[in-house]
C-alpha cells in the first residue's frame, strides 16, 4: 500500500475564491475506485501512469492529525475528497476519513463533503451538525448508467436515501449535479429528492474525458473551449438548468469566467459562495 503524502494542500482561483474556503485534505489520492468516466483528476493522472483504480494511495492518519493541529483553527473550513473520494470503498475497510473526521470535531474545524458514495450515511455517529456539510454527486439517476460510468460508487438509489437521511438528521447536506450530463439524469427522479439544496457543476470534456464517454452521451454542444477544455456555450447550459425544479436553494459551479457572472448575479443562492455553505 502506497502512502499518499500530498493530502493537504491550499488551492487558488476558481476553486479557492469563490468560497469560504481554500482548503483541500485528500485521505487518499492517486487513484480512486469510482474510476469515473468524467473524472478530471482521472484525466489529468491516467496518462503520466499515476492512476490506480485498484490500490489507492492511503494518506497516513498520524501525519494528517499534525497538520491539521499545525495549520488549522477553529472555524476554518476544509473540503474532504477535492480530487479523490474521501468515502470511496476503501473507506470501509481503513477509516482514514473517519479519524480525519474526528480530529477536524476536535479542533472545532468545519468540513465539506464531496462524495459519490452511500457510505456517508454510515458516518453519521460522528458528523458534527454544527461543523459538518454534505454534498453527494448524482450524475444519474439510472443504476444501468451509473454502473457503466462510475463503475465503482455507489448506486443512485443509495446516494439519494443518504442524502435524505441526512437531511432529515440536521445535516448541511445538498444534492450536487455533478457533472449535469442531461440524458443520464430524470429530473422527475431529481427533483423528487427530499433535500432544499442543489448544486449543479457542468460537464468539461477533454480529449481523455471526450473518449471515455464516447458513445454515452452527446458531446456535440461542448464547443466552448477554456482552460484546456470544451465547455457548454452559456446559452446551453441556461437552458439546462432552467429544466431543473423541486429545490428552493440552487446554486452553479462554474469554471468559465465569462459565464460566472451569470450565476453569481442571477441564480446562486449564496452569490458569495457557490458552494452555499450554512454557516
Not at 454534505?134 to 462510475?150: F, G, L, M
Request: charged residues 25%.
Amino acid at each position: 500500500m502506497n502512502e499518499f503524502k500530498s493530502f493537504f494542500k491550499e488551492v487558488g482561483g476558481n476553486e479557492g475564491g469563490r468560497r469560504h474556503y481554500a482548503t483541500r485534505l485528500d485521505t487518499y489520492g492517486c487513484g480512486c475506485e469510482h474510476n469515473c468516466a468524467y473524472c478530471y483528476a482521472r484525466s489529468l493522472l491516467d496518462f503520466r501512469g499515476l492512476w490506480n483504480p485498484q490500490e489507492p494511495a492511503v494518506a497516513d492518519i498520524g501525519k494528517i492529525r499534525e497538520t491539521i493541529a499545525k495549520q488549522l483553527r477553529a472555524g476554518d473550513t476544509v473540503r474532504l475528497g477535492g480530487m479523490t473520494d474521501c468515502f470511496q470503498p476503501i473507506e470501509k475497510r481503513l477509516g482514514v476519513t473517519r479519524e480525519t473526521i474526528k480530529a477536524l470535531n476536535a479542533r472545532g474545524v468545519h468540513y465539506l463533503i464531496v462524495t459519490k458514495s452511500a457510505l456517508v450515511e454510515e458516518a453519521l455517529d460522528i458528523l458534527d451538525p454544527n461543523l459538518c456539510h454534505v454534498q453527494v454527486s448524482i450524475t444519474s439517476t439510472d443504476s444501468a448508467i451509473s454502473k457503466r460510468i462510475e463503475p465503482g460508487a455507489s448506486l443512485p438509489s443509495a446516494r439519494i436515501h443518504a442524502v435524505e437521511r441526512l437531511t432529515r438528521e440536521g445535516i448541511d447536506c445538498s444534492v450536487r449535479l455533478s457533472p449535469f450530463i442531461p440524458e443520464f439524469v430524470d429530473l422527475d427522479i431529481l427533483a423528487s429528492i427530499k433535500c432544499d439544496k442543489i448544486l449543479i457543476e457542468f460537464l468539461r470534456v477533454n480529449t481523455f474525458i471526450e473518449r471515455w464517454l464516447d458513445g454515452e452521451a452527446d458531446l456535440s454542444l461542448y464547443t466552448y473551449q477554456h482552460a484546456g477544455y470544451k465547455h457548454l456555450p452559456l446559452w446551453a447550459k441556461r437552458d439546462l438548468l432552467e429544466r431543473i425544479h423541486g429545490f428552493s436553494e440552487v446554486s452553479v459551479c462554474e469554471d468559465v469566467p465569462s459565464h460566472w457572472g451569470w450565476w453569481h448575479t442571477c441564480v446562486n443562492a449564496n452569490p458569495d459562495d457557490c458552494c452555499n455553505l450554512r454557516k
